[in-house]
């Protein structure tokens, strides 16, 4: 049976430190445990808010704006103790992973998972049910300092089917006091006071952890600059897993321009979370993939190839993985652009060698000129 | 009485194809019958949602996502059987007219008038009353691809104040993947997962069918280059007869640039669905009226003059109608440009001409140089 | 005890003007009245809202939409009467202040504090509690005509916060009919058909009370052009009170461009409702404070000191604040910006000099080159 013991109280009186996330996420998960547990067996009696409320006696390296969450939730969170058969995932021993999500290499191999679960139950939400509001009364922030319409689009869809409200930007770099000469750290901490996370594309490399150094409450990074963008590979984790029906022991070719696609970066670092992967690089020369991530992959001792030859890679692959080859990355050298587009493309050539169960990724750009 | 068979179920287990308008305007109009009808008399036993049902029988050019529709509702749509004394107008047999709204000639005349008949019932709904929450839990995307605050807010706007929400796009084209060589169709493959319905505006004429080829949920043309704004002539058709009384025996000047005027176009084939209205074009050379657009209004009967004094149409027609001149329509011709704004823009002169119960429209641009 | 008379009723019945602010501010100030004065002792039968109510019996300058007003709230205002010890201070007489915010000098010294004290309850509000929900409902409309992405997700965030709704336009006047020749007027006229509340930032000085003059709902001005700023000196001087513990008898220096700032223009006619008040400009020559301010602060009593030593300003002051200098202002002499940027930006020396109590107030830009 589930405790009487009161989370709620225990936060409310005790509590002066705490792991940023956990203002607006951990409410979330709160809510959405409540709804999902009730579907489960409760059998043990290991609390996961147990150690939840530990992780929260933890110093952060952020000093905790106790004033700020006091605004946003004067009562404490409003959660109610129960038991559940086993710690989830997310939680590693009893430290809390998602502070912010700035690199896939934050990730252990049981947080995606634990991701999908969660993402699983959302997706069963229904229109106008009591769980499609278990966002609300939470702002996000989407701080797009470089434009881009699906993904801004999708982190905003999501917040407003769960409840959620949003406040927009389109295009901060050219709309904002970023012309003006403002620093990054001075708008996230104007902009934290407005809102409970911040979701935030930015054009240079290591923004998203400048942020999160600053911010009070989370930061999602969806793109910074030729850095990462961990939100696209923890997607395209769940896709391969869902079109290949497994993630150990898959074969991955990444075709393309690998030097400055930030997407796959990030997935080169998840894929290393799993066992027995092998990774193909097939990309022309002046956009190889750079040293930081093969140096990454071999100490974790996951195999990968450098290859000149994009149909073998397609024909050995469980995955085929295009990046967009832009050309102004060859300068003068058009001749380069185009033997390179002509070569490194996913074409029906690719599509011709790829084995029956093989899937292509593609970023939907690229197709016209 | 009502009858007692239960549409929900009937969705809910039978159907596999359904015209994709359905799954976000008929749940709408299914809550707004629930209200409307409650005022009417109930005296005959035709019901609506009988011929609704079998208009979802009917395979749909487009392969129906069912899987997308679980998720939007996955108990069916939740409504209540009722009797009402006619099939409503919009209904044209068992076939709904409103999948898309991609250009006007898709309209018959009894179109318009349904949809007045529901705009009117909305302009009623009182701030924070039940049905001011009938859009609640829907999502619309404006992709606008050109700016345009006036008409990009009136969508927004009337979303809100029924309770749904919004996606918003400033300016798509310059702010997205559209500058990478996304196309079209796969934007619209990306956003309609995102919302329940795409408000559109396009540079090019034919794209908004081109999405709505492309779209499982309903696509709303808002301008599409030189094409079509089928929207904008259903408010320009409601809004002369409000203001004259009538459509049918009406006459109206076009006045102004009429090559690049697509909403001149949109009114030119709204009109030609009433009875003995006559049309005058009055622009300057170079940018006349397409052949296309009269060829269709002989072929339908509508009588039609193109003229050379604006002050003669203004003096004969109940309605003046003026679109902007742009300068850049006459390239190296200033002088023409000059002296079409001298003769085809509606001032002092030509209000001064016109009777006593006509009345002038204008697009508020075009006033400063 | 609270009497009974209706508010309600006598509004519904009664009134056929009004100032504009009442539809959608009055109706807030019942809301927040009808929680605020719970807690407040009430002992004297002077009605807030008899007074209000006279209010509305005095013509406005502008002739009030009865139509609109039918469409936002057909049943009246829904308040109950109730009693209270004073009149509250944003009524002058019977006259209401806050139709507009336009410029600074049409507030009195009591006006900043009644609004402060609105502030403040606001802030306690807890999310998802009923106060929470104060202004569903409402829409705001933010038609920046220039992007200021702090000052636009500022008043979003504060409307959603109170459970209203946005309708949100980033760079209206790259994006809209603005580029086609539209007057402000013109898109003002259909905007306020769309919102409750118009917030406006323009690059043009006077285009508030442009829009004002237009407009039949509240406008609220976020800065035009070079004119003013009057939010943000409310904000500055809620910060200075908050810092200082006071605002009669401060001394403060205004340091950078005060010829374009208008920041600086709008906290001068503010502290100038304040008693003993002394203001030092320090600026480069070329962007000295305009004579408008320094004769009006002379009229009113107020002291100014016109300084060449930033230095010593800062030693003197309870305040120095920084404004943003602009090397564009300074046109080809370069070395007259430079040794601008040298001697009138707030650094470390001029931190150095402040007495132990005084602060520094930055707008967070110009730190970057």
Redesign the interface.
Known sequence: MASSSSFSTYTLHGVTVAPKAMKCYKEFMCNYMNIFMKKSVQSKSTSVFTDLTHSRLIPSEKSFKLEQTM?????GIQCHAFEVENTPSFLVGNKFQLDDVIEAQQFNRDIPNAIFEVAHEM??V???SPR?QIL????M?T?FYE????T???F??AM??LGG?V??????R?????A????LE??IR??EG??DIIVMRHSESGAARRAAATAGIPIINAGDGPGQHPTQALLDIHTIEREIGKLDGIKVGLVGDLANGRTVRSLAYLLSKYQDVKIYFASPDVVQMKDDIKEYLTSKGVEWEQSANPMEVASECDVVYQT?IQRERFGERIDLYEEARGKYIVDEDVLGVMQKHAVAMHP??????
Chains 1, 2, 3 share one sequence.
């Open positions: 605004r946003l939730s004067p009562r997706e069963m229904e229109k106008n499609s609300k009364g939470y702002l922030a701080l434009p881009s319409t699906r801004r689009l999708s905003e869809s407003k089917w409200e406040l927009t930007t389109e295009n901060a050219e709309f904002s006091s970023a003006k000469g403002e620093m001075d708008t104007t902009v407005y809102s967009r939907l750009q690229g197709l016209m000129r």
